[in-house]
């Protein structure tokens, strides 16, 4: 039983145009989100995260986009960059429970020159 | 300067041994986790720890146990290894119960 959803395994974008990965939940118990990053043979890399309270946190090219009602989060990368190529995890808690991470499957991100 | 490491970074073992993989971090975090990302590429908590005491234990079979020495040690040891057992472990920690999770770079099992 998923409870953080990825249903797209992979996205292929052009250099320079917006990359959007998106994720979807099922426990309305979950108040934070985080984006991670993953290269081959290296260990996920934390990215951004949205508290529950917010809708929106941007950092530099990176842009992510909470919406309660829908339980749905997006992360949007502007713009794209071959170095960003790499899976994708989307992550939630519950902070309540100590703070455990659920992960979805990860979306592979492949931005072309 | 690794921030979280681990080793081995590939383990290769036969069914039925045992093995143990051992992971540090010096960022002076109080809570380590253990997770495993199966075939399927799901990446699922196995064990978190707080200050070397289990605090998660997730639905994971005895044959593995955790044991930290210390705050800056969690390591895994796995008894009577299975093909099921095969995947890449990842081991993280936190400063608190809440916070970005700081992974190692993983150990990748496989069981023949």
């Known amino acids: 039983d998923q409870q953080v959803k990825q249903n797209s395994p992979s996205l292929s974008v052009q250099e320079g145009r917006i990359s959007i990965l998106n994720c979807d939940y099922t426990n309305s118990m979950f108040d934070y989100f985080l984006w991670y990053k993953k290269y081959p043979a290296e260990g996920p890399t934390f990215l951004i995260s949205?508290?529950?309270?917010?809708d929106k946190n941007e950092d530099g090219r990176f842009t992510v986009f909470l919406n309660k009602s829908a339980k749905h989060l997006s992360l949007h990368i502007v713009p794209s960059q071959p170095g960003d190529s790499a899976v994708y995890f989307c992550?939630?808690?519950?902070?309540?429970?100590?703070?455990?991470?659920?992960f979805g499957k990860g979306t592979k991100l492949s931005v072309k020159p | 300067d690794t921030a979280v490491s681990q080793t081995p970074k590939y383990l290769v073992t036969q069914m039925g041994n045992d093995k143990s993989i051992k992971c540090e971090q010096n960022?002076?975090?109080?809570?380590m986790y253990w997770y495993k990302q199966d075939s399927k590429k799901f990446l699922k908590i196995m064990f978190s720890y707080n200050n070397k005491e289990l605090i998660i234990n997730e639905t994971v079979p005895n044959r593995f146990s955790p044991k930290s020495p210390d705050k800056a040690h969690l390591n895994l040891h796995i008894n009577s290894l299975e093909l099921g057992d095969s995947a890449v472990y990842f081991c993280a920690s936190v400063a608190g119960p809440v916070g970005t999770q700081y992974f190692g770079p993983g150990t990748r099992l496989l069981v023949l």
């Open positions: 960022l002076g975090h109080d809570t």
């Open positions: 992550a939630a808690s519950d902070r309540g429970s100590q703070g455990n991470l659920i």
């Open positions: 949205i508290s529950s309270i917010k």
